[in-house]
């Protein structure tokens, strides 16, 4: 059975068989292979069931060839590679493609020395494509794909935002996109202070150089919607703080708009502002209300609890988001401390796209790296964890947040999750986080935890070993900037929670020792203010 490769993938495959613990001469084992896969049959007898035990049985499949293919890029060749079981590369094996499902394949060639073959035959239109490869009547197991357009104008450079960095105060990161057509241009910023702008014009700009990737998206139904979009980041160093600089984004043959942006100032008062999840893919209506609000206000940085897309495989989804929060020009250079919710895992199973759209640094353990980092503001420290259903990386994440706090001097300690360990939705699978994070936060001293995921917006007292206690830690549900709720629910813990479907912000103001939250619906009405004081000052 070493002719195929199971179903779609180019991995070995793992088959179940249930065998009979004893047969007869009368039993009889039907095995066959249809595309990859084995199936057994039991005899036709209406005893079968009744008279044997079965049991699981594993048996490793592999393919005698493998194919692979890079996402195939309309006005692109295309990069097919044929290996053995072994990886090694096969020269002379036939690739053919069966088109938009018709049952006669054509032939695409035969493969280079090194394994590979370009084409260009089938990239001119979208189309779902079938590949598989044939060598001395060895075969590989069919590998479904489709070509891919751009899904962004060769001389576009949109949806610019800025990531949170390691030194905000003397460095700037942002992200974009671009189009994957043409060549491969490294990204670019060109920037320049203000003031040194307003004298010597483009020859007063410098010039910073980064990375990008190109990032499939391929959650749509209707193929004609996925397609690939080139995601950039840049970060500028050596800036000097409390300063406004000029800056433009491209590759060195396509820019956009010169934009300006303004470094922080070192100072123990600030401000900033906490977003829930936004998830609404339909209609961000509210979401742009509440960007707009806090537009008009001077954030040091904003935290998303995550979720900020509903399916992050989905392109349109991150295009209508980034394109709100990039048409303010506070926003779009207002640094987003972002944590990865379970959204942004759908259709993406390690959160890649999510991850190179956000930028976020990569200072956390190796199992969240790009979703579990940390950052400092001010007198603040804030640790983020990514979003995890699997309890052991869940305590590699904690044991990372008990080095990353510990090895802080800043009084402020602030922690972003998803999921929140005290929660407004009962149903939202949120044990794990109950279970693991508030005798962590209790060790450490942490003051405020912010959490997403419920939809519903809610506080806690401050809670030491689950009770109130002066010295405890507050724990925040940040509550939705979008359409979508669930009905919240209250236990004593909670001194504060939102019953209404209503999309809500908070601002907060720091004043050394005390923080003071306002929140706010999307229309800008009050419906909660607490304050939190640090004992440690």
Not at 198 to 204: F, L
Not at 373 to 386: A, K
Not at 500 to 527: H, L, P, Q, R
């Amino acid at each position: 059975m070493n002719n195929g490769e199971k179903g779609t993938t180019a991995e070995a495959a793992k088959i179940q068989l249930r065998i009979p613990e004893s047969t007869d001469e009368g039993s009889k084992l039907n095995v066959e292979m249809i595309k990859g896969e084995v199936t057994y049959a039991p005899p036709a007898e209406e005893t079968f069931i009744s008279t044997y035990s079965m049991k699981p049985l594993s048996v490793e499949v592999e393919a005698a060839l493998k194919i692979e293919a890079d996402p195939i890029l309309i006005g692109e060749p295309a990069a097919l590679k044929v290996m053995d079981q072994e990886g090694q590369p096969v020269s002379g094996a036939e690739v053919f493609a069966s088109i938009d499902g018709n049952e006669e394949p054509i032939t695409l060639g035969k493969t280079e020395g090194d394994g590979s073959l370009v084409v260009d035959s089938i990239t001119d239109d979208i189309k779902k494509i079938t590949l598989y490869s044939v060598k001395d009547g060895r075969y590989s197991f069919k590998v479904d794909t489709q070509t891919y357009p751009a899904l962004v104008e060769k001389d576009e450079m949109k949806n610019v935002i800025s990531s949170t960095t390691d030194d905000p105060y003397k460095s700037k990161t942002f992200t974009w996109m671009s189009s994957p057509l043409g060549k491969e241009e490294t990204p670019i910023i060109q920037y320049a202070r203000k003031k040194d702008y307003d004298k010597k014009g483009d020859k007063g700009l410098l010039t910073a150089k980064g990375s990008w990737s190109n990032e499939v998206f391929t959650g749509e139904l209707d193929v004609t919607k996925n397609g690939i979009a080139r995601v950039n980041q840049v970060t500028v160093e050596k800036l000097k703080q409390d300063t406004t600089y000029v800056y433009r984004v491209g590759n060195g043959e396509n820019w956009s708009d010169m934009q300006e942006f303004t470094t922080l100032k070192r100072d123990n008062q600030f401000e900033f502002a906490v977003l829930g999840d936004t998830q609404s893919p339909s209609d961000l209506s509210l979401f742009d209300q509440i960007l707009s609000n806090i537009n008009e206000q001077d954030p040091a940085f904003m935290i998303h609890v995550g979720d900020l897309v509903d399916e992050s495989s989905k392109f349109k989804q991150w295009d209508d988001v980034l394109g709100v929060m990039s048409q303010y020009d506070k926003i779009r250079t207002t640094n987003l401390v972002a944590a990865l919710g379970n959204h942004e895992y759908m259709g993406d199973n390690d959160a890649g796209i999510a991850k190179a759209i956000l930028g976020s640094p990569e200072n956390g353990p190796d199992a969240d790296i790009g979703g579990t980092y940390s950052v400092d503001y001010h007198n603040m420290h804030i640790s983020v964890l990514g979003f995890t259903s699997d309890s052991k990386v869940l305590d590699q994440q904690l044991e990372w947040l008990k080095q990353d706090m510990e090895s802080s001097d800043k009084p402020w300690k602030i922690l972003v999750t998803h999921k929140p360990p005290y929660y407004t939705n009962p149903f939202g699978g949120n044990e794990i986080m109950k279970e693991k994070l508030p005798p962590v936060a209790d060790e450490l001293g942490i003051d405020i935890v912010f959490s997403g995921h419920d939809h519903a917006y809610g506080r806690t007292k401050k809670l030491k070993e689950g009770k109130e206690d002066e010295n405890g830690t507050v724990y925040v549900v940040a509550g939705t900037t979008g359409k979508k709720h669930y009905d919240a629910v209250a236990d004593e813990k909670f001194e504060y929670v939102n019953m209404e479907n209503i999309a809500v912000y908070m601002s907060a103001k720091v004043d050394k020792d005390t923080i003071t939250f306002i929140t706010k619906t999307s229309d800008g009405d009050v419906i909660d203010e607490f304050s939190v004081v640090n004992e440690e000052y």
